[in-house]
């Protein structure tokens, strides 16, 4: 992955009083408050229909809060400047539930989206994608078509995605769907070495193994509404104490 | 520059495939039409310039039986341009020469050495001042009074009609350009909204990675430049041939009567820019629709 320095924040992400509605229709969030510390790690939970993927809509500016204050990177969004959120996004990973792959490319140019989008040379491009793309085990699949790929295949590269511009934050919609356990642990401390380098990460997920296996504190939403639940002590948890004292 | 690779899959996107016909029917259509534009500015300025200070008076050599009138037409002649150039406006009146009535008659007689025989008849060219008020009806009557078998030539008239009725045509020439403009203008935009709409899941997901609008813009103009280009090459292609048949018709009528554009010194330039300018045109619109489009995102 290229070496982008992720600069100090006091605060990642930071949600007072916010509220969101698509069109007319009811809340789908309510008086979310919670802060994203930088380096942590959390799981996102809650049942279908809870306000997962519209939580991390706002996180990655997909969705503009229908009331309240959300600031990312010490930036208050309602305040940025439009021209200024590409840059914002850009410190964004995110893996969607849907992996959200351009079929008509190859995995490595998929995977190197996000650093031809920050302008990066094309023979860093080169280096850094193909490493990232072995470590995924997908080596012999670098110039596949994305159609060519088995379900388990199109999650590696949509996280490899995510994960190749060393993003500041890392979004994940359950990262770990279409793939066996043993891959999913895999993938999870991907991001677990991604977090000991500094970048703070989110993963939502069903998953009652992983979650226990892992203890990381978590995001639980439920009927819109959002409760910072603390880890359990885990190898694998850097700092569960740290949603303690959000609470 | 046009091979580069984009990132949304316009290879899939068969709404846009009918871009590069439609240019290609628009500066096919362009290039007649600034053909015929420039050929009829070219044949109005000859026109202008055959009308202005100038004016022709007929003796006629046999009368109406068919029987020459011998010495009575060169007296005629004479009291003609005596009578001319006493009449305040005119500068000059003067007999045509055999070598250039000859001159006059090749594009309808051929090369004759010849053409006593014929029933022709004389002809003095009367040069008008400049800027001088004529006239030329109460100049024809009182000439016809003098020399009864002396009739002055009208062209001035019918061609002052022709010249009303080109110059009309030039402004519908003109108004058939821009609505060239307007409609391919109207096609981008159509094609490249239908396409924004076929291509909005990874549009947005550009836009989430990060991509400035200008990212996305430019992969649309490159795609709108590299269509355009092909259709307006193509236009220019089936125009060329075209454009080479008329004219070479038109040079076959002699006379210079009517003109072609290729003299014309922008006519080339003109005719081999017109698919870069619709090309252009073309992406600047598409960079437009995209813009704008991409403005309603957060």
Avoid at chain 1, 32 to 51: K, Q, V
Avoid at chain 2, 13 to 25: K, T
Avoid at chain 2, 229 to 249: D, E, R
Wanted: aromatic share 8%.
């Amino acid at each position: 992955m290229p070496q982008q320095k992720i600069k100090k924040y006091t605060q990642i992400a930071s949600f007072e009083g916010v509220g969101l509605r698509y069109n007319n229709g009811p809340e789908v969030l309510r008086d979310i408050h919670f802060s994203l510390e930088p380096g942590s790690i959390h799981f996102l939970t809650g049942e279908s229909g809870a306000g997962k993927t519209s939580l991390l809509s706002l996180m990655y500016l997909d969705n503009r809060p229908s009331r309240g204050h959300v600031r990312l990177f010490d930036t208050p969004i309602e305040g940025a400047p439009r021209k200024q959120l590409p840059f914002i996004r850009r410190k964004i990973g995110v893996v969607f539930q849907d992996f959200r792959l351009l079929e008509h490319l190859s995995t490595f140019d998929n995977v190197a989206l996000p650093l031809r989008i920050a302008g990066v040379k094309e023979a860093e491009i080169r280096r850094h994608v193909g490493e990232l793309i072995k470590w995924v085990g997908l080596a012999g699949q670098i110039n596949s078509k994305i159609t060519t790929l088995s379900g388990g295949q199109k999650q590696r590269v949509a996280i490899a995605r995510a994960v190749i511009n060393r993003p500041a934050l890392l979004l994940a919609d359950e990262p770990t769907g279409n793939v066996d356990d043993e891959l999913a642990k895999r993938l999870l401390h991907l991001f677990i070495e991604l977090n000991k380098l500094g970048t703070t990460v989110v993963i939502a997920t069903h998953s009652e193994p992983l979650i226990h296996h892992f203890g990381f504190p978590r995001l639980h939403l439920e009927q819109g509404r959002l409760q910072v639940l603390p880890g359990v002590t885990s190898p694998f948890c850097v700092n569960p104490m740290e949603s303690e004292k959000e609470e | 520059m046009l091979s580069r690779k984009s990132e949304l899959p316009f290879v899939y996107d068969s709404s846009s495939l009918f871009l590069p016909w439609m240019v290609m029917l628009m500066v096919f259509i362009a290039i007649l039409a600034s053909a015929g534009g420039m050929a009829l500015n070219s044949t109005l300025h000859h026109w202008n310039r055959a009308i202005s200070g100038s004016l022709t008076v007929q003796i006629p050599t046999h009368d109406r039986a068919g029987v020459t009138r011998g010495k009575q037409v060169q007296k005629d002649i004479d009291r003609t341009i005596e009578f001319l150039l006493k009449t305040p406006g005119i500068e000059k009146a003067e007999q045509l020469s055999k070598d250039q009535m000859r001159k006059l008659m090749d594009p309808w007689l051929g090369d004759l050495d010849d053409f006593s025989d014929l029933p022709l008849p004389e002809l003095i060219d009367v040069t008008l001042k400049k800027d001088y008020p004529v006239n030329f009806e109460e100049l024809k009557e009182k000439l016809e009074e003098i020399v009864p078998s002396a009739s002055m030539d009208m062209h001035r008239v019918w061609l002052e009609r022709l010249i009303a009725l080109a110059e009309g045509i030039k402004k519908i020439t003109t108004l058939v350009l821009l609505l060239l403009i307007l409609t391919t203008s109207l096609t981008v935009i159509y094609s490249t909204r239908s396409s924004l709409a076929v291509h909005k899941p990874a549009i947005e997901l550009l836009h989430m990675m990060g991509a400035k609008d200008s990212y996305i813009c430019v992969q649309y103009a490159f795609r709108t430049f590299r269509m355009s280009l092909i259709g307006g090459l193509a236009g220019l292609a089936l125009a060329l041939p075209v454009i080479i048949t008329i004219s070479t018709l038109v040079a076959q009528l002699k006379g210079g009567f009517i003109t072609t554009a290729q003299g014309q010194p922008f006519f080339w330039p003109v005719v081999f820019s017109l698919p870069f300018v619709a090309s252009f045109l073309s992406v600047a619109t598409a960079y437009i629709t995209v813009s704008r489009h991409l403005k309603k995102f957060l």
